[in-house]
């Protein structure tokens, strides 16, 4: 095994930014509760009033917009439950923390680029007068495919709908703009552009429905009861302001990285490429070689990838997003994810591609590539 890891996952969590692990331990030294009116609260309110800023500028919100939760599942669940409509529809390729939040929701397909069909879209919610909440995610985690956002938000309000967009996935990586969009809520994570895992926010557009889900004092406008948590806080704040001002185009480590791997195996797929997408993520098939054997081998030569769908077991289940894009169950099978982030640089690509020319070379004519091609 390679001594030095080569870490391409930034879609399940990006390393934390030196600058907001700084930021985090000096908001941990200085202590102090933002609801409290002596010097030190004082201070910790400045440290959250800063941080709630620079989320805010980071998807083009105001400041009183943003709501601090414990991370993009809770944001998720307080708005598709906040919003408090009867009806609630959702596009069949979201995250599991959207798809679970509530019972009963109706499922908008995709086609087969992972894009919603806007047309289903419009026809289902002309099928109900009852009031409805449409959730459609900005990017997909697994293929990086971005969503029409703005186009389904005009036809969600011309139906008299709300519409909640995760954007947990597209934050620091794209331009988000709330306003822009025209959406009523936004789901956003700290962990995935750099800051501190168990912090998030949910984005509510002024005037928008919310209900609390929870019972407590008047924290974050008496939408989100409980104390703030100050560290991950300021953390998540100047994260948002490292990935606001960064400049970097990680496209083109994408785009060589999936035509080299192509190239090795004229057999590979990658899924969403005929769709706009995010410029750090590859979804890609190796011809008859399952996800976990390539996700295991990669590992040991000191690469982390992910599984197409990794579940919190650990383990590797059918991935949700391909089966709803129309993707041939063997080749969904074999799809791993490849994600890069800030701190990815070229040497990385060019380790990534050569372990996996290496695997496919070595299963490439063995008998466990007969048997799992057949």
């Known amino acids: 095994m390679s001594r030095v890891s080569v870490y391409l996952d930034h879609n399940a969590s990006s390393p934390l930014r030196p600058a907001a692990l700084e930021a985090m331990i000096e908001a941990?030294?200085?202590?102090?509760?933002?609801?409290?009116?002596?010097?030190?609260?004082?201070?910790?309110r400045g440290r959250l009033e800063a941080a709630r800023r620079k989320v805010a500028a980071l998807v083009g919100a105001l400041p009183a917009e943003v709501v601090f939760t414990s991370g993009g599942t809770e944001a998720n669940t307080l708005a598709l439950v906040g919003a408090r409509r009867q009806r609630v529809m959702v596009s069949a390729v979201e995250h599991d923390s959207v798809l679970k939040a509530v019972d009963g929701a109706a499922i908008v397909p995709v086609d087969r680029s992972g894009i919603v069909d806007l047309s289903v879209l419009e026809r289902m919610l002309h099928q109900s007068r009852e009031p409805t909440l449409v959730s459609v995610m900005f990017a997909n985690n697994e293929t990086g495919v971005l969503q029409p956002i703005a186009e389904v938000a005009r036809i969600v309000r011309r139906a008299g709908a709300l519409i909640h967009c995760d954007a947990v996935q597209g934050a620091g990586k794209a331009d988000v703009d709330f306003h822009g969009l025209?959406?009523?809520?936004?789901?956003?994570?700290?962990?995935?552009?750099?800051?501190?895992?168990?912090?998030?926010?949910?984005?509510?557009?002024?005037g928008a429905?919310?209900?609390?889900?929870?019972?407590?004092?008047?924290?974050?406008?008496?939408?989100?009861?409980?104390?703030?948590?100050?560290?991950?806080?300021?953390?998540?704040?100047v994260a948002a302001e490292e990935a606001a001002r960064s400049s970097s185009d990680v496209a083109p480590m994408?785009?060589?990285?999936?035509?080299?791997?192509?190239?090795?195996?004229?057999?590979?797929?990658?899924?969403?490429?005929?769709?706009?997408?995010?410029?750090?993520?590859?979804?890609?098939?190796?011809?008859?070689?399952?996800?976990?054997?390539?996700?295991?081998?990669?590992?040991?030569?000191?690469?982390?990838?992910?599984?197409?769908?990794?579940?919190?077991?650990?383990?590797?289940?059918?991935?949700?997003?391909?089966?709803?894009?129309?993707?041939?169950?063997?080749?969904?099978?074999?799809?791993?994810?490849?994600?890069?982030?800030?701190?990815?640089?070229?040497?990385?690509?060019?380790?990534?591609?050569?372990?996996?020319?290496?695997?496919?070379?070595?299963?490439?004519?063995?008998?466990i590539f007969q048997a799992q091609a057949a």
Not at 274 to 299: F, H, W, Y
Request: glycine letters at 16%; one cysteine or more.
């Open 28 to 44: 941990l030294r200085a202590g102090g509760n933002p609801s409290s009116v002596h010097r030190a609260g004082r201070a910790a």
């Open 182 to 206: 025209g959406v009523d809520y936004l789901s956003l994570s700290a962990h995935k552009f750099g800051g501190p895992s168990g912090i998030g926010a949910l984005v509510v557009r002024d």
């Open 209 to 237: 429905p919310l209900l609390p889900d929870r019972r407590g004092g008047g924290q974050e406008r008496y939408r989100r009861a409980g104390t703030e948590n100050i560290a991950g806080i300021a953390g998540f704040g």
């Open 254 to 367: 994408r785009d060589r990285l999936e035509s080299e791997l192509l190239r090795i195996g004229p057999g590979a797929v990658v899924h969403g490429a005929d769709a706009p997408r995010l410029g750090n993520t590859s979804c890609i098939s190796m011809p008859g070689v399952k996800a976990e054997t390539q996700v295991m081998a990669l590992d040991l030569a000191g690469i982390c990838v992910s599984a197409g769908a990794a579940c919190s077991s650990g383990k590797v289940g059918r991935s949700g997003v391909l089966e709803a894009m129309g993707v041939p169950a063997a080749q969904a099978a074999a799809a791993i994810r490849i994600s890069v982030g800030w701190n990815t640089t070229s040497g990385d690509i060019e380790r990534l591609i050569a372990a996996w020319r290496d695997l496919y070379i070595r299963v490439a004519h063995s008998d």
